[in-house]
T-cell receptor, first 110, second 115 residues
Framework: SQQGEEDPQALSIQEGENATMNCSYKTSINNLQWYRQNSGRGLVHLIL?????REKHSGRLRVTLDTSKKSSSLLITASRAADTASYFC??????????FGTGTRLKVLA | KAGVTQTPRYLIKTRGQQVTLSCSPI?????VSWYQQTPGQGLQFLFEYFSETQRNKGNFPGRFSGRQFSNSRSEMNVSTLELGDSALYLCASSWVQSSGANVLTFGAGSRLTVL
């Protein structure tokens, strides 16, 4: 399969804790993006990191990229119940080729 | 700015029928792509259109087709429906930057159930 792999598949944490999810991919990329999906809805873009960047921050989000290991991680700090959703990484290569990971289901308990 | 609009949101069809799904991208977005999402296969890329031309195509049978109109609105069609076509079909539009980096904005999806 060309899909990226995300780890863990599911994660359950308490409100206020940090959540970390990982993404591994197989091909060379232009950039890597993270998206969130609330149950049965469309995906929402969270953050983009270019292949020549190693770390990016946006609010409570921190993403890292290691192109030598073909992996990325997304850290959500001080999680809230509203962060409960599925999170997907997407690698972008070529003119327009998005490959989505299998997703991590995050549940934040109040 | 209005978001990406997909219609219909829900539909039920029977095997052998065909279905057409519609997607209106964000105004000014010229690239529209379609994805199929199922619990077993995850998000699978169907095709992408830019300025009425199919630029990329995923690994789906010919029963799946699409088109884009001059106003960037897009439709996808699935003929001879099979049970396995039951899925959430997502449309996304994006603004293609000169650097090549772009971001997808998704619609809420069309949930197709094939009986």
């Amino acid at each position: 399969s060309q899909q990226g792999e995300e780890d863990p598949q599911a994660l359950s944490i308490q409100e206020g804790e940090n959540a970390t999810m990982n993404c591994s991919y197989k091909t060379s990329i232009n950039n890597l993006q993270w998206y969130r999906q609330n149950s049965g809805r469309g995906l929402v873009h969270l953050i983009l990191i270019r292949s020549n960047e190693r770390e990016k921050h946006s609010g409570r989000l921190r993403v890292t990229l290691d192109t030598s290991k073909k992996s990325s991680s997304l850290l959500i700090t001080a999680s809230r119940a509203a962060d409960t959703a599925s999170y997907f990484c997407a690698t972008v290569s070529g003119t327009y080729k998005y490959i989505f990971g299998t997703g991590t289901r995050l549940k934040v308990l109040a | 700015k209005a978001g990406v609009t997909q219609t219909p949101r829900y539909l039920i069809k029977t095997r052998g029928q065909q279905v057409t799904l519609s997607c209106s991208p964000i105004s000014g977005h010229r690239s529209v792509s379609w994805y199929q999402q199922t619990p077993g296969q995850g998000l699978q890329f169907l095709f992408e259109y830019f300025s009425e031309t199919q630029r990329n195509k995923g690994n789906f049978p010919g029963r799946f087709s699409g088109r884009q109109f001059s106003n960037s609105r897009s439709e996808m069609n699935v003929s001879t429906l099979e049970l396995g076509d039951s899925a959430l079909y997502l449309c996304a539009s994006s603004w293609v930057q000169s650097s090549g980096a772009n971001v997808l904005t998704f619609g809420a999806g069309s949930r197709l159930t094939v009986l």
